[in-house]
């Protein structure tokens, strides 16, 4: 505490060189010492000055506030750095520090006082009601407001064991890798090839095989239909790359997020993006040095929102070929679409995977026609699937899936093998097989077309994938109006089938996939999606035929007497309360974590009446 007393004074006195100043301090303190010690002025100077050494702390501020009082015509600005450092008497410092500081701000009108301090308790309660920076807070906030849950890197499948390895050696990604140059590398295929399984892949893998991108920033998204509107919107996207290049490097927020970020508007603490401004800040990245490389990693483009794709397009090339400042690569994963292919001759590398993967192909159809215990016609198995797998793995997947089921019957190896070459060559036509032996078992229950039916509905309508127990339960209510509803909650729960019920009434058009501890429902590839809801396909002409509107229909009534159990059980579960305790809610509440349909119900009917 002297030290920083002393240290004050000394550069006050260096900073006005008016030695008057000295005087006024030690002044102050001899008048202290006089009254203390009942000094007489008799004493001899070298008592005095052990008197001056030995005064307290108190004084020591006051005779500093005498001095400082002297000055108000000058500007003061004082800097204290580390108040958590100090141990010794730290209490007692704080709070003479506090004390100094309000004694300033009541005297002195030309006083600016900056302190510094790790976030520790008693320092933040002792300058209480000071104005308050805390270090890095605007950025965390900002980080935090960008911050987007992208629902379907979790759910790709992993790849087969070695089927992604030829990546690292082909040309193209060699080029694309290595060159100093700012470029992008696009990975096309026909649907089903496995694009999203390799673009999780490289991003898993890309640091391990390529250790300069350490260093490097890594942003990804990965677009998604099935996920809802949110998963494949453009702002969604934008938001999910910044964030994580925010994430990576600090610096990039003083750059230009910082403006954008005070820029938006607000409803309640909650922040609300827009589309141009993400952009500004994305197309900024280009200007900023010194700069690390920068990795962006989007796939699926071709199932983002139609709105905005040409321009997100011409941003990723526009920052792979005038990024100056950085080195730029972008891995894009897409189907064929209109908007790349008018861009062809901005394309700098890119790889067409149904050109690439016969042999990942032969390696993952080995694998299943080695658990079939395949021997004499294996070769000529292997060779008539990969020859009309046409680069479709999803193909193979399903292939391999009804050999399995053909096997378990006990069929021999020729009566397999006859099977697998009565398979349907082509994706769409697999699926009319799939859905055609679907709707021969489910048609023996009338009952089992309606479940069918609504889960379809919920899986392609919903506004995000549902849980396996929310899905459930949503079986368990009637969407016909004139069906009595609802029961109790006991006689409820008779009504929620089993997880098997999903496996069976989805026809292995669906599939379940672990999402943030818990297991969500959705069909099993975005082509299933394209298949049930082409208005000239195989499915509308059927019982499962279904429009939009129909389905928002069907889903509101499920969520609004769903909502009617949740209500008209409250008396029986809470008898008797006029006025709620804290108690009260919590045992609401859990009772509610019972009933995992509510919150779907309670954040999207609005959605579903809108629709």
């Not at 010794?88 to 301090?117: C, P």
């Not at 994706?427 to 379809?456: N, T």
């Not at 549902?466 to 339960?473: A, P, R």
């Not at 045992?587 to 995992?596: E, F, G, I, T, V």
Request: aromatic share 10%; hydrophobic share 35%.
């Amino acid at each position: 505490m002297r030290v920083l007393v002393h240290t004050l004074l000394h550069q006050i006195v260096r900073c006005s060189s008016d030695i008057a100043i000295v005087r006024r301090f030690l002044y102050s303190l001899l008048e202290g010492v006089s009254q203390e010690w009942g000094l007489k002025g008799e004493e001899p100077p070298q008592a005095i000055i052990k008197k001056l050494l030995e005064v307290s702390n108190d004084d020591l501020w006051d005779a500093l506030r005498t001095v400082l009082d002297c000055e108000q015509s000058r500007e003061l600005s004082i800097v204290v750095d580390g108040l958590d450092c100090v141990q010794h008497q730290r209490g007692e410092f704080i709070r003479a520090v506090r004390s100094f500081v309000k004694h300033l701000q009541q005297r002195l009108s030309k006083v600016m006082v900056l302190l510094t301090s790790q976030k520790q308790a008693d320092v933040k309660e002792a300058f209480e009601g000071l104005p308050c920076i805390e270090y890095d807070k605007e950025r965390l906030e900002c980080l935090s407001s960008l911050n987007f849950d992208n629902t379907r890197l979790s759910k790709i499948s992993k790849e087969h064991k070695g089927s992604c390895d030829w990546l690292w050696e082909r040309p193209e990604y060699l080029d694309w890798s290595t060159s100093p140059r700012s470029c992008l590398l696009l990975i096309e295929g026909k649907p089903g090839s496995g694009k999203s399984t390799l673009t999780k892949y490289f991003s898993n893998n890309l640091e391990k095989r390529r250790p300069a991108a350490e260093s490097a920033i890594v942003a990804r998204f990965f677009y998604s239909y099935r996920e809802g509107e949110l998963q494949r919107s453009h702002c969604s996207m934008l938001r999910s790359v910044l964030y994580d290049v925010l994430r990576r490097d600090q610096t990039f927020f003083y750059h230009r997020f910082q403006t954008e970020y005070r820029a938006q508007p607000r409803r309640g603490l909650l922040v609300e993006w827009d589309y141009d401004s993400l952009k500004a800040i994305l197309k900024s990245l280009q200007d900023q040095s010194p700069a690390k490389p920068l990795y962006l990693i989007i796939d699926a483009v071709d199932e983002s929102e139609d709105r905005d794709r040409r321009d997100v397009l011409n941003i990723l090339f526009e920052l792979c070929s005038e990024t100056k400042c950085r080195t730029m690569k972008a891995f894009v994963a897409s189907r064929p679409v209109g908007e790349i292919e008018l861009r062809r001759s901005r394309v700098q590398n890119s790889i067409k995977l149904q050109d690439v993967t016969k042999s990942a192909i032969s390696s993952f159809a080995c694998s299943f026609l080695k658990d079939l215990q395949f021997t004499r016609l294996f070769d000529q198995a292997t060779e008539y699937i990969v020859e009309n797998a046409q680069g479709v793995f999803l193909w193979v997947d399903l292939v391999g899936r009804a050999l399995l089921d053909r096997a378990e019957r006990g069929s021999s190896e020729d009566d397999i093998f006859g099977f697998l070459r009565s398979l349907p060559k082509d994706l769409k036509d697999f699926y009319r097989h799939m859905f055609k032996k679907m709707i021969l078992e489910m048609r023996r229950e009338e009952k089992d077309i309606r479940d069918g039916i609504k889960m379809f509905r919920f899986v392609l309508y919903a506004r995000r994938s549902l849980t396996v127990s929310e899905l459930l339960h949503a079986l368990g209510v009637p969407d016909d109006p004139n069906t009595a509803f609802p029961p109790l909650d006991d006689s409820f729960e008779r009504f929620i089938p089993s997880k098997q019920r999903i496996h069976f009434c989805g026809g292995n058009f669906l599939e379940s996939k672990p999402h943030n501890r818990n297991e969500i429902v959705q069909v099993m590839h975005q082509t299933v999606r394209e298949f049930f809801l082409h208005p000239d396909g195989d499915v509308p002409p059927s019982e499962f035929g279904m429009c939009e509107k129909d389905s928002h229909i069907c889903i509101s009534i499920i969520c609004i007497r769903y909502l009617m159990l949740c209500a008209t059980n409250t008396n029986r579960l809470l008898p008797d309360v006029k006025s709620w305790t804290s108690e009260h809610f919590e045992d609401y509440a859990q009772s509610l974590h019972q009933r995992p349909l509510a919150n779907y119900a309670l954040c999207h009917l609005k959605y579903h009446i809108d629709g």
